[in-house]
């Protein structure tokens, strides 16, 4: 069975302060790995999509990576807006477990203080 | 592109009572999925629609639980006699199968069962 885990479950940083966030998975044949990112009472919001080891994606203060058991989220020079909860979800090949659907992480509550 | 969109945002019950809720995908998309969320924990997989057919369903959904998705367009969920368990976010994403398989997700349905 597919497997996900985000640490730490909650992480506050002040302005400024960078960090990471990680991702530990188990897949029958890792065919995607997805961050999202959710703010309270909303669906979750695409951010990136990893598909090997050694694959770097970045987007303003985010950069994913990957690695054949986990990814790190880093964030550079947070700021208050970029408080949310971040999701991890992984998505097996076809001819895996279930193709398809996403395995979701818990999730890392990130607080940004000014 | 207008995104995913849900209806009702917001639906309360009382236990014993049976709910539909509607998702309509981003247009061409030919990939609905269902998922559920539960305060404090990532998205749970409940089913998965390619065009009309009903590809896969989690053991999470029981009896109770049915889904449509009529002529490949909208989708329907519907709850029969609804518990107080069944209270969560429940929230529908789409995509179009392919290089990306991206899932986009609308703004889910909250749903309170007294």
């Known amino acids: 069975e597919d497997q996900v885990t985000q640490s730490p479950e909650a992480l506050r940083l002040q302005e400024g302060e960078s960090s990471s966030l990680n991702c530990s998975y188990t897949v029958s044949g890792l065919r995607g790995l997805f961050w999202y990112r959710q703010d309270p009472g909303k669906g979750p919001e695409f951010l990136f999509t990893l598909y090997s080891a050694g694959e770097e994606k970045e987007k303003e203060r985010l950069k994913a990576t990957l690695t054949k058991k986990e990814s790190f989220l880093h964030i550079t020079a947070p700021k208050p807006e970029d408080s949310a909860t971040y999701l991890c979800a992984v998505q097996a090949h076809a001819g895996g477990t279930s193709y398809g659907k996403l395995t979701f992480g818990q999730g890392t509550i990130l607080t940004v203080h000014p | 592109d207008t995104g995913v969109s849900q209806n009702p945002r917001h639906k309360i019950t009382k ?10 995908p981003i247009s061409e998309h030919n ?19 390619q065009n009309e057919a009903q590809l896969e369903k989690s053991r999470l959904l029981s009896d109770r639980f049915s889904a ?12 029969q006699r609804t518990e107080q368990g069944d209270s969560a976010m429940y929230l529908c994403a789409s995509s179009l199968s392919g290089s990306s398989d991206t899932q986009y997700f ?9």
């Not at chain 2, 990939?31 to 629609?49: A, C, N, S, V």
């Not at chain 2, 609308?106 to 007294?114: F, K």
């Open chain 2, 106 to 114: 609308g703004p889910g349905t909250r749903l309170t069962v007294l």
């Open chain 2, 31 to 49: 990939r609905l999925y269902w998922y559920r969320q539960t305060l404090g924990q990532g998205p749970e997989f409940l089913t998965y629609f």
């Open chain 2, 15 to 24: 236990r014993g009572q049976n709910v539909t809720f509607r998702c309509d």
């Open chain 2, 68 to 79: 449509e998705r009529p002529k490949g367009s909208f989708s329907t969920l519907e709850i």
